[in-house]
Nanobody, 126 residues
Framework: VQLQACGGGLVQAGGSLRLSCAASGGPFITYVMGWFRQAPGLEREFVASISWSGRTTGYADSVKGRFTISRDNYKNTVYLQMNNLTPEDTAAYYC????????????????????WGQGTLVTVSS
């Protein structure tokens, strides 16, 4: 499956952005989706994940209450709504996909994902 992320940009602290990730080449409904981010000099970190149905979601503590992950299985797209952004949210954001499993509804570790988008840069100014 191919993933194409977009929606990044420059925003002031306290502002909002919505990232989108369009999937193609595979049955989108069979994939668990995730968002990760990587700031310069740091490791890639988990942001949010959503089950194939959309009924289960999970978030990193640092974004809980500010970010919302959602998906539209008819449009083959996963979204990340980011509110109340801070300079600490500055990073390249990546979407990822892995075939759904009967064991885990959502997945938070990068190594467990098989497909990755190209990343979209989010810069939050103070």
């Amino acid at each position: 499956v191919q993933l194409q992320a977009c929606g990044g940009g420059l925003v002031q602290a306290g502002g909002s952005l919505r990232l989108s990730c369009a999937a193609s080449g595979g049955p989108f409904i069979t994939y668990v989706m995730g968002w990760f981010r990587q700031a310069p000099g740091l490791e890639r970190e988990f942001v949010a994940s959503i089950s194939w149905s959309g009924r289960t979601t999970g978030y990193a503590d640092s974004v809980k209450g500010r970010f919302t992950i959602s998906r539209d299985n008819y449009k083959n797209t996963v979204y990340l709504q980011m509110n109340n952004l801070t300079p600490e949210d500055t990073a390249a954001y990546y979407c990822a996909a892995v075939l759904r499993s009967p064991i885990r509804a959502i997945i938070t570790t990068p190594k467990d994902y098989d497909y990755w988008g190209q990343g979209t840069l989010v810069t939050v100014s103070s």
